[in-house]
């Protein structure tokens, strides 16, 4: 990566003196820009953002991590349970600023919940679940329509959307359907693939609660996305979920791999009047602005710093 980026990086100095590259994803991203970095003599900055948990399992990898790391000139993290990981892993936690994702309010926010449902065809008084993300086995869609058949008995008009597609991690799509079919979910459950972030919250604005049962994650978008058009969520306490959710205003958070916990959250979540304007604050709170804000004087600072001699 390092090696086929050099040429165009050299080219673009003619055009565009840079002074910093800034990395997302500790590795491999991470380590060829420390590479960059030394190679062409500019800062360099790393943001954790999740995939460093997993990778640390392996022992190569996560030698190159901590190297790249070490190497860089700052880093920044998107939860405190990320800069916790690597912490723990050897890195110098004096360099390391938690620094959570933003949300873009413009694009998501609430739109007529009758009209929303009527675009997807869904009862105007049912109650509505919703998930969203990549179509693998982390993001626990199955894991959520496992118990459906349960929830149904208490809210016999639940239905159930899934957005997403394949992503690089893989592709469960199959899996879900036969999954969905077999418990005879077929009128429930529906799948409605991927959607572009304009208009994400239609789907969103269609449900009542936002849920993700999910494996590992850094700091979710989708949860603010979510929040951004006034749902609660009901997630795993996994990564920096806890730390989105924060509040027992914003939804419930449930041990991970605990069918039981993820049931009941389910249930309460859907019998409790939410304050969803108070929800809807607290995504703008975490407007994208804000965080871009904070990002931009760290990087003149550390630049600034750079030319010190």
């Known amino acids: 990566m390092a090696v086929c980026c050099f040429p165009l990086l050299l080219k673009l100095q003619k055009s565009f003196r840079f002074n910093l590259i800034d990395a ?10 420390t590479l960059l970095a030394k190679w062409l003599r500019v800062a360099v900055a790393i943001t954790l953002r999740g995939t460093e948990v997993p990778l640390a399992r392996y022992p190569a990898r996560r030698k190159k991590m901590l190297k790249a790391l070490r190497s860089a000139d700052r880093v920044f993290s998107v939860a405190e349970a990320l800069k916790k990981h690597v912490v723990a892993m050897g890195a110098d936690e004096h360099k390391i600023a938690v620094v959570g994702n933003g949300v873009d309010t413009s694009k998501f926010h609430p739109v007529d919940r009758a ?19 990549g179509l693998v086995e982390r993001k ?9 058949p349960r929830l149904l008995r208490h809210y016999p008009d639940l239905h ?15 899996q879900l359907r036969e999954q969905v079919r077999v418990l005879g979910l077929s009128d429930r459950v529906h799948f409605l ?16 609660v936002f849920v993700l049962a999910t494996r590992n994650e850094g700091w979710a978008n ?9 749902l609660p969520a009901v997630t795993t306490d996994v990564g920096g979920n806890s730390e989105v959710v924060c509040r027992e205003e914003f939804g419930i958070v449930v041990p991970f ?46 630049v600034a710093s750079a030319r010190k001699p």
């Open 222 to 230: 989708v949860f603010l996305e979510a929040m951004a058009c006034g």
């Open 257 to 302: 791999g605990d069918t039981e916990a993820l049931h009941d959250g389910l249930i309460t979540a859907l019998a409790k009047s939410w304050e969803r304007e108070f929800i809807i604050d607290y995504a703008r709170e975490n407007n994208w602005e804000r965080r871009v804000d904070i990002l931009v004087a760290a990087f003149q600072e550390l």
């Open 24 to 33: 997302h994803f500790a590795y491999p991203d991470g380590y060829a820009a």
């Open 140 to 148: 626990g869609f199955h894991r959520v329509i496992e118990i459906l």
């Open 193 to 208: 693939g991927s959607v572009a972030s304009e208009e994400l919250k239609v789907p969103l604005s269609a449900a009542d």
């Open 115 to 133: 009209e929303a449902r009527r675009q997807l065809g869904l009862p105007e008084d049912a109650k509505v679940l919703i998930s969203v993300g």
């Open 160 to 174: 159930y959307l899934i957005v997403g597609g394949a992503s690089v991690e893989g592709d469960m799509s199959v």
